[in-house]
């Protein structure tokens, strides 16, 4: 592509397409851009933030049809990006590289291996390879640990884990109609903890576990999982998971929406010699285990931006690659089918172990598992489920290797009667 302003359109008006239509406003007036058009189904419902993002004075074209806008402007666009609700990413994608144009695609590309692979069928006829929007692989701080990782200064990775800790009120349900569910109108949907709020993290330990360079992403061959669900929805919304690579490095993750208080994540890599501690918007922490410290702090930069100006480079010759790409998303994508495979059914939390509360605001509640906070911790540190440590709503899991992906979709009808049932 030339050196000109790269042409862009974006799909969607609404949730995180507000945070594209912002930060690409931005890249225009920089010059790195121009936004064509732009569309949503709905765009009458958008008119302030329209007015906030000047599209009548930047003459960006409005349509309530993505097909009818790529119709209509594919000879005049280099890239469009896909902000937009899960189910639709795959068919996005497709429209967009059939037409020639190159994909920025926000995260998760997809949940469901399956549709992940047809994608990549899809990109394989493609000019340009497709962006995944896994903001935090931008990281300087975060690529220059995983470099000295290769370079072997804290000796060989063994293990790499989770913890997150994200409160969401029962509101954050009821957002949307695929919020929480298993399947919607008999597709995979599969929206969880794990596999949307907090997916970037799952996608960074694959990144700390890969081991063929720089931006590489090291995959499963078997997860034990234990599922918990406290809301009232189709599918989990606390999620204890142990998995081997393919390279043998150890992926622990906890992660639970049904919590009160105070958000907290971190991410761990347990070395030969040192373990490093990770905290994104934050810092980091190195413990040798001779002893000695360092701490920094970690990026606090606008993430967005910089994986826009990176793609926006590699489309124009200047980076060798995206920063992660749909094949990249594998991992993650297994990480997130195994789990299911794994547990085998989704425990419903007694409401003898929970507690609710109101939200601040009052349009909602908090729902959290009595003891979640210290089950997540004991987690991390010791690696027990909670079916292991004795607390009243746990229950024993199981244990699924990648070969046994194909039995998905089957599962995952059945937990959905499960959850019909209880």
């Keep these: 592509m030339s050196h000109q302003p790269l042409r862009v359109a974006i799909i969607g008006m609404g949730g995180f397409a507000q945070s594209h239509h912002q930060t690409l406003l931005a890249l225009e007036k920089a010059g790195a851009c121009r ?166 993290y799952i996608h960074n330990l694959h990144f700390w576990c890969g081991q063929e360079g720089l931006f590489s992403w090291a995959d499963l061959t078997s997860v034990e999982a234990e599922l918990y669900r406290a809301h009232a929805i189709e599918n989990f919304d606390t999620c204890f998971a142990r998995g081997i690579c393919t390279n043998g490095i150890e992926v622990h993750v906890a992660a639970s929406h049904a919590c009160e208080g105070k958000q907290y994540h971190r991410e761990w890599i347990e070395c030969e010699a040192a373990i490093i501690t990770y905290v994104t918007h934050n810092n980091y922490h190195i413990a040798w285990r001779n002893g000695r410290t360092e701490e920094a702090p970690t990026d606090h930069r606008g993430l967005l931006l910089e994986n826009f100006q990176h793609y926006f480079q590699y489309l124009r010759g200047e980076q060798p690659r995206p920063l992660t790409g749909l094949s990249d998303s594998r991992p993650f994508v297994h990480f997130n089918n195994l789990i299911y495979l794994a547990a085998q059914h989704i425990t419903p939390v007694a409401a003898s172990s929970i507690t609710r509360s109101a939200t601040p605001q009052g349009d909602g509640q908090w729902v959290a598992i009595n003891g979640i906070q210290q089950a997540l911790e004991t987690f991390a540190s010791t690696g027990q489920f909670p079916s292991e440590q004795g607390v009243e709503w746990g229950r024993a899991g199981g244990a699924a290797t990648f070969k046994e992906l194909p039995a998905l979709a089957s599962t995952v009808q059945q937990m959905r009667q499960q959850a019909q049932v209880s």
């Design 35 to 200: 936004v064509v058009c732009t569309c949503d189904p709905q765009p009458e419902n958008f008119e302030a933030e329209q007015g906030k993002w000047q599209l009548a004075e930047r003459n960006v074209q409005v349509y309530t049809d993505y097909v009818q806008m790529l119709e209509t402007h594919a000879a005049q666009l280099d890239v469009v990006t896909v902000p937009t609700p899960i189910p639709l990413h795959a068919p996005m994608h497709r429209a967009i590289i059939e037409r020639g144009l190159a994909c920025y695609l926000e995260k998760p590309p997809t949940l469901n291996y399956a549709e992940l692979e047809a994608m990549l069928d899809v990109e394989a006829r493609a000019q340009w390879l497709t962006q995944v929007g896994f903001n935090f692989i931008v990281e300087t701080t975060r690529q220059e640990l995983k470099g000295r990782i290769l370079n072997g200064e804290f000796g060989g990775v063994q293990k790499v884990g989770f913890l997150g800790f994200w409160p969401r009120p029962t509101t954050y349900f009821t957002r949307a109609s695929w919020a929480g569910k298993l399947m919607l109108e008999g597709k995979l949907i599969l929206d969880s903890c794990v596999g949307n709020a907090m997916a970037h």
